[in-house]
């Protein structure tokens, strides 16, 4: 007997978010198609960085901090009290806006990853996981000589490419990125778009961008937010050229 | 789009605006030609023929600049959903109306070549048919980018369907000529160019169908309402 695999990786139900009085998202439902892209897109302060945080607990920490309804991980609920979070965020990675690099090596860098999760191996197996993350990364040619120079000295691009091979070293399902490409330069920007294109063969990529041409490029998927409210989700190659809504319609031509 | 949504960037507005005004150039122009050509065609004129001929330059000319500014557009503005099909549709639009152009000029080549071509006069039974086909396609073009300036997907859609109007009438009209030429078979050669004539002017409505269908495009996103057929 076969087994229907649920092309869902990530449900969100029904969610609500709160930050003490003021409701940051209201009542979003969207889902995420396992390897592929979703773009989320919105003017800013729209709530994208807040809903995409709350796809792996990042605002946990935050005071005052609540969410209502659910969100579904392989169909579990990853706001239930049981959940390891170390563990959901080893499956569930964030890559930011800003490049960082933590003041150690290039390699370290990408090792470092594996530490924080306790994913530490061997001497050797780490060496190659490191080596392969940033092949996966399309960083290795460039950096395979000077692994031990300080992880600083890279360009934006090529820090931003860093915190993608950091990401992947832990071998995630998912792969969080919150406008990736907005402090790069275009040719930087195409190689992180490649990257992701690239990606998406073995991970699921939820990207928040703020250019919509970049979410045009690279989203099989895009999801529109307008106020803390998911206004229309469709497929991209439709999204484009004849989104349903209204609003959405102002928001891609630029229409106040 | 609500007309009170302006886009933020202002000068992407005007040059919205801009496009619609070089579309507006060459429809008059095109439709110049096609009175012209049917002038020359009734009086058999070929001065005015030789007219219709040099000034399709002009036709050309605006077409490409229509080209060239929609092509700017395109980079400068990136631009999606109802202004990307705007702007990707103003290129088939000005394919089509310079289309409407080379017709009328067909049509002036044909006197201008021709030996058999003479006046149609009043008394020419064909002269009306000619003259009412000319008026229709004229209007249309007319009406069709009335509609193209007023985003008006509705009205396009008529005449979108009406298309079937002009070919009928074509049809008829050709019949009744056919008839005419087996009954008066020393006329075939004037007949036959008539014909020809004609038969541009059929191509017309076809093109005007092309536009109606390009504005519903623009408006909806799809082309929602199917011809009938
Ligand atoms: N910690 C916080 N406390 C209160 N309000 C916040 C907090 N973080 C974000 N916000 C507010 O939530 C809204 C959504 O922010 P955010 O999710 O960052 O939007 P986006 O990523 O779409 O630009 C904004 O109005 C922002 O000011
Ligand atoms: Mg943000």
Known sequence: MRVKEDPFIICAKDVSVFIGKSQLIQNVHLSFLKNKVTALIGASGSGKSTFLRCLNRLNDDVDDFKLEGEILFHEKNIYDNQTDLVSLRTKIGMVFQKPTAFPKSIYENVAYGLRLHNLTKSGKECDEIVENALMRASLWEEVKDRLDDEAYRLSGGQLQRLAIARSIAIEPEVILMDEPCSALDPIATARIEELIDDLKQKFTIILVTHSMQQAARVSERTAFFNKGILIEEGASNEFFTNPQNELTQRYITGRG | ?229
């Open chain 2, 1 to 229: 789009m609500s007309p009170e949504h302006k886009h933020i960037v202002k000068s992407f507005d005007q040059d919205l605006q801009r496009l619609q005004v070089l579309f507006m150039e060459l429809n008059a122009l095109v439709i110049l030609q096609l009175e012209k050509a049917s002038m020359a065609v009734i009086e058999h004129d070929k001065h005015m023929a030789k007219k219709i001929y040099e000034d399709d330059d002009k036709v050309d000319a605006i077409e490409f600049e229509i080209t060239q500014f929609s092509l700017r557009l395109l980079a400068q503005r990136q631009p999606l959903g109802e202004d990307l099909r705007r702007i990707v549709s103003a290129f088939k639009i000005a394919t089509n109306l310079e289309r409407i152009g080379d017709y009328a000029e067909n049509m002036a080549k044909r006197i201008l070549k021709s030996e058999n071509h003479r006046k149609l006069h009043e008394s020419n039974p064909f002269r009306q048919s000619f003259l009412t086909l000319t008026k229709v396609v004229m209007n249309r073009l007319e009406e069709v980018m009335k509609a193209y300036v007023e985003n008006d997907a509705e009205t396009a859609q008529k005449l979108w369907k009406k298309d079937e109007e002009i070919n009928e009438f074509y049809w008829q009209s050709f019949q009744e000529i056919l008839n005419f030429m087996i009954a008066h078979p020393q006329d075939i050669p004037f007949y036959t160019d008539l014909l020809f004539i004609l038969k541009n002017l059929e191509r017309a409505g076809d093109r005007i169908s092309n536009i109606a269908e390009s504005i519903v495009f623009i408006k909806l996103g799809s082309l929602k309402v199917k011809k009938e057929n």
